[in-house]
T-cell receptor, first 117, second 112 residues
Framework: EAGVAQSPRYKIIEKRQSVAFWCNPI?????LYWYQQILGQGPKLLIQ????????DSQLPKDRFSAERLKGVDSTLKIQPAKLEDSAVYLC???????????????FGPGTRLTVL | GDSVTQMEGPVTLSEEAFLTINCTYT??????LFWYVQYPGEGLQLLLK?????DKGSNKGFEATYRKETTSFHLEKGSVQVSDSAVYFC???????????FGGGTRLMVKP
């Protein structure tokens, strides 16, 4: 079974530029997550989708970050304009559906490492 | 809000040594608890999980027991290998949804 795919793996941009990341979840997974992992820290949830609807975007900096999952499958995360503090690894994860206590493991992609100069 | 605290690394051990990585949490209700591992250059992988008090999760020789009385979920392995070198993350999932809250991670380095 194919895992969560992300591209690009690495991206270097200058501050104030725009950047977009792409994620393809595991086939059949209804729930998709974007996390930000700053060097030396644990991942922090940015946004959670259930199919093509947003479940939680409370920690997404909406003045510069946006995300969409138009057809309930692939997703794109965009930053416009980027700041130095956006340098991080952006992780995408997927799971079958809204979790119960005993099921619904999140599976993570390899991440996109963003460097903002 | 919910939070997870892990011991700071790096933890450096010799091969075949005993490993403990401490993890404590703060949460309302009865969260599920997880350990994820991140090998160099790879994404996070679920290592083990426990969904209720006194449950023991285990995988690849690693174990962790959900201790509600001490709000802890310490990771242990009896004999580490060089291939266990990675960053380990403790996490919890609240009952309200599927949001994971991660600790800061602990880097383990195992020397031959």
């Amino acid at each position: 079974e194919a895992g969560v795919a992300q591209s690009p793996r690495y991206k270097i941009i200058e501050k104030r530029q725009s950047v977009a990341f792409w994620c393809n979840p595991i086939s059949g997974h209804a729930t998709l997550y974007w996390y930000q992992q700053i060097l030396g820290q644990g991942p922090k949830l940015l946004i959670q989708f259930q199919n093509n609807g947003v479940v939680d975007d409370s920690q997404l900096p909406k003045d510069r970050f946006s995300a969409e999952r138009l057809k309930g499958v692939d997703s794109t995360l965009k930053i416009q304009p980027a700041k130095l503090e956006d340098s991080a690894v952006y992780l995408c994860a997927s799971s079958l559906g809204l979790g119960t206590r005993n099921t619904d493991t999140q599976y993570f992609g390899p991440g996109t490492r963003l460097t903002v100069l | 809000g919910d939070s997870v605290t892990q011991m700071e690394g790096p933890v450096t051990l010799s091969e075949e040594a005993f490993l403990t990585i401490n993890c404590t949490y703060t949460a309302t209700g009865y969260p599920s608890l997880f350990w994820y591992v991140q090998y160099p250059g790879e994404g996070l992988q679920l290592l083990l999980k426990a969904t209720k008090a006194d449950d023991k999760g285990s995988n690849k020789g690693f174990e962790a027991t959900y201790r509600k009385e001490t709000t802890s979920f310490h990771l242990e392995k009896g004999s580490v290998q060089v291939s266990d070198s990675a960053v380990y993350f403790c996490a919890l999932r609240d009952n309200a949804g599927n949001m994971l809250t991660f600790g800061g991670g602990t880097r383990l380095m195992v020397k031959p």
